[in-house]
């Protein structure tokens, strides 16, 4: 069983749509959690972060974590067709959980956004 | 202002042959990764260098794959004898510093090895 898991999807929503993404882990050691964006032959791009348990929100975007279920989720509202991408769930243990400065990452979910 | 560039951004090789993939790293950036991605899979990691000391190499495949950034600028991924398992876009990453904000790694755009 890998480290984190992540449904690949793909996804398909149309446009205007909340989006329902998510990851499962297994190492309690994960305290940062992280949501990247990759465009297709591009490289991830953070779209945020959060550190321990709890809600963050930024525009359209909401992560969530509840580390008692170890599950992490990431919210888009009113979904636009640029936001077609694979969208990849990562963690990196605490100072004190040794290596954090490894991603370690889901599989990615593909999400295409149909206008 | 620049970002994390990688080249060449494809290279195809026999099996057997040796690669060579450069990164350059955004300047100042202290910490350098290279993430290996195979088709369909998320990034995994190889190898981490804070400034020219490569601090782990943990994740590395085998002693075929060699890295190396000699004056904690540029890094060379270096893969001797490819094999076709060794088909993937290298993804290489750096940040400033990875204590305190760990997750803040600025990744480039990758190079796709195809081996054939």
Known sequence: ?115 | GAGVSQSPRYKVAKRGQDVALRCDPISGHVSLFWYQQALGQGPEFLTYFQNEAQLDKSGLPSDRFFAERPEGSVSTLKIQRTQQEDSAVYLCASSLEVSGRPYEQYFGPGTRLTVT
């Open chain 1, 1 to 115: 069983q890998k480290e984190v898991e992540q449904d690949p999807g793909p996804l398909s929503v149309p446009e205007g749509a909340i989006v329902s993404l998510n990851c499962t882990y297994s190492n309690s050691a994960f305290q940062y959690f992280m949501w990247y964006r990759q465009y297709s032959r591009k490289g991830p791009e953070l779209l945020m972060y959060t550190y321990s348990s709890g809600n963050k929100e930024d525009g359209r975007f909401t992560a969530q974590v509840d580390k008692s279920s170890k599950y992490i989720s990431l919210f888009i509202r009113d979904s636009q067709p640029s936001d077609s991408a694979t969208y990849l769930c990562a963690m990196i243990p605490g100072y004190s959980g040794g290596s954090n400065y490894k991603l370690t990452f889901g599989k990615g979910t593909l999400l295409t956004v149909n206008p």
